[in-house]
């Protein structure tokens, strides 16, 4: 595919043209920026002890660090080694089985840092890509600062072992694609050029399955421009739409034939029960990311930018920039809604990344159209350069301080599997739900994971049909952990035993766990306030 960059058009104002005229300091470019939050993430990783480098991960990132482990291992698709799952994004995944199959313990983790700065770097060329087409690579930077805040602390988009990094670097070529081929409807854009922009929203969609959403829009927008083009709408379609289309039909093929459900069982499990509308996933939509422990409310502020964009009415690559914009948060809050009508679970940080990038891409148009000093602009840039890895750099200083209490619980992850591998019976399955990643990855005793995120669709069945307790002791669970402060609801049948209910998260499919004072084997606390708690799981008492 070809994506050398075009010779950037006239910009469409005299002020437009005195920046484009003016050579942009190689310190301005979002590609420097990158490499440097590059360099400081790498050296958190590579400097800090064992314990407090898996705390700069989420949680969930280890599902997916075990599973490719199994994979590179020859176990096949697996997070426990008893059961198969599919519960991850494919590419990501892909992505990740090479750098287990030769790494493990810190090198691994320093492995996947590694890749997540090349994704981030690259992601930054795409930005100063976009900053050239449209002739304002200065306001371009400017505006991708709280993409590259994010991106690299907080929720961390490239390096929280998260699919976020490679989706928001496809989401980037795509848009850089979009501004070079003048909305896709450049003279030389036929089907060939059709089919090499659909391969870049497959690599998208298969990034993250939810992609779909921005995708379509995309679609609805291009085949608008098509036909106002005079262009034949039909034909480059079909070609945008074929490669896509294939990927996700053979995506649905193989999970049907390996794991006997089309979807994933992540998605499925968050499903189950919902109904009605989840309020609560809308306002996080509005106020996240959260950095620092602090809401953002980029959200807010990416609707209020892309809708300044459009009212704007810029022409041009600009324009394109903002139109691709509102695509992307247009995409972003349809994701949004369909979990708040689809699930009644919480949404995570890596949820998020579409307002962000939607600043970024519309902002421009913004500044452009009511703050239109050029010498404040670039002070202005060179200003949030300087913030940016200022919050990177104090941001680094502390997650590496161990105790931190978002990633407390993952930091003493290593340390309390291995006081469970010292527990008998040796070797026996424990079940778990929330907070289940770091110490599942760690653990040398397979782990059933209770929320179903990286089950078995047979999984799913159980706790749909009530059957989860059956499903635990086929596998020979000896034990229950669990991570939180929850004292449980007192059992009236059993007298010094308490109820759990799992999953904990949303109000689905639920079941109850019965575990007894007498019967518990360890209490170690956590940084957070919470505790990691293990129980000697009894079967008579859970049928």
Not at 18 to 29: C, D, G, K, Q
Not at 282 to 298: A, D, E, K, N
Not at 488 to 512: I, L, M
Request: proline fraction near 6%; charge should be positive.
């Amino acid at each position: 595919m070809r994506t050398s960059a075009r010779p950037t058009p006239a910009p469409d104002r005299p002020l437009a043209a005195a920046e484009a005229r003016t050579s942009t300091p190689v310190w301005l470019t979002a590609t420097a920026v990158a490499c440097v939050l590059a360099i400081i993430r790498v050296a958190m990783v590579v400097f800090s002890p064992y314990s407090t480098a898996v705390g700069l991960f989420d949680d969930d990132a280890f599902y997916y660090f075990g599973v490719a482990g199994h994979i590179a291992a020859g176990d096949g698709s697996t997070f426990n080694g008893l059961d198969p799952t599919n519960g991850y994004h494919p590419l990501w995944l892909l992505i990740l089985v090479p750098v287990f199959s030769i790494t493990n313990g810190k090198t691994a983790l320093v492995a996947v840092t590694l890749v997540s700065s090349a994704l981030a770097i690259a992601s930054g060329r795409q930005i100063d890509r976009i900053g050239r087409f449209t002739g304002r690579p200065v306001v371009t930077t400017l505006c991708a600062a709280p993409l590259l805040i994010l991106g690299a602390a907080g929720p961390s988009f490239w390096y929280s072992g998260m699919e976020t990094g490679l989706l928001l670097f496809a989401l980037l070529w795509l848009a850089a694609t979009y501004l070079r081929t003048d909305g896709f409807t450049a003279p030389a854009f036929g089907p060939a050029a059709a089919r090499n922009a659909g391969v870049i929203a497959a690599i998208a969609v298969l990034a993250r399955l939810d992609t779909v959403f921005p995708m379509a829009v995309l679609g609805v927008v291009a085949i608008t421009g098509w036909v106002r083009a005079g262009k034949p709408w039909l034909k480059l379609t079909g070609s945008f739409v074929a490669v896509p289309a294939v990927a996700l039909i053979a995506y649905v093929a193989v999970n049907q034939w390996l794991f006997h459900t089309p979807l994933p069982v992540s998605g499925q499990a968050k499903a189950l029960g919902g109904h009605g509308v989840n309020v609560d996933t809308i306002g996080q939509f509005l106020t996240s990311p959260v950095l620092f422990g602090q809401s953002t409310y980029l959200g807010a502020i990416g609707i209020l930018v892309v809708l300044g964009a459009l009212l704007a009415k810029s022409t041009g690559h600009l324009g394109l920039a903002a139109r691709f914009g509102a695509v992307v948060l247009a995409g972003g809050v349809l994701t949004v809604g369909y979990y708040a009508f689809t699930s009644t679970w919480q949404l995570w940080p890596w949820y998020f990344s579409s307002a962000p990038l939607a600043v970024a891409l519309a902002g421009p148009s913004v500044v452009d159209r009511w703050a239109r000093w050029v010498p404040v602009r670039k002070l202005g840039a060179a200003a949030l350069v300087l913030l940016v890895v200022a919050v990177v750099g104090a941001n680094a200083v502390r997650a590496t301080r161990a105790n931190v209490a978002r990633s407390a619980f993952i930091e003493d992850g290593p340390a309390v599997a291995a006081q469970i591998d010292a527990l008998t019976p040796v070797n026996e399955p424990i079940a778990m739900g929330d907070r289940a990643g770091s110490l599942g990855y760690h653990l040398h005793r397979p782990l059933v994971h209770l929320e179903g995120l990286v089950n078995s669709a047979d999984y799913l069945d159980a706790l749909k049909n009530g059957t989860v307790h059956r499903f635990l002791a086929d596998r020979g669970v000896a034990l229950y952990a669990r991570g939180d402060s929850d004292p449980g609801t007192p059992d009236p049948a059993n007298p010094g035993c308490v109820r759990f209910t799992e999953p904990e998260q949303g109000g689905g499919t639920k079941v109850q766990i019965v575990v007894c004072d007498r019967d518990l084997l360890l209490t170690t606390p956590v940084a957070d306030g919470t505790s990691y708690r293990v129980w000697r799981y009894r079967v008579d008492l859970n049928r």
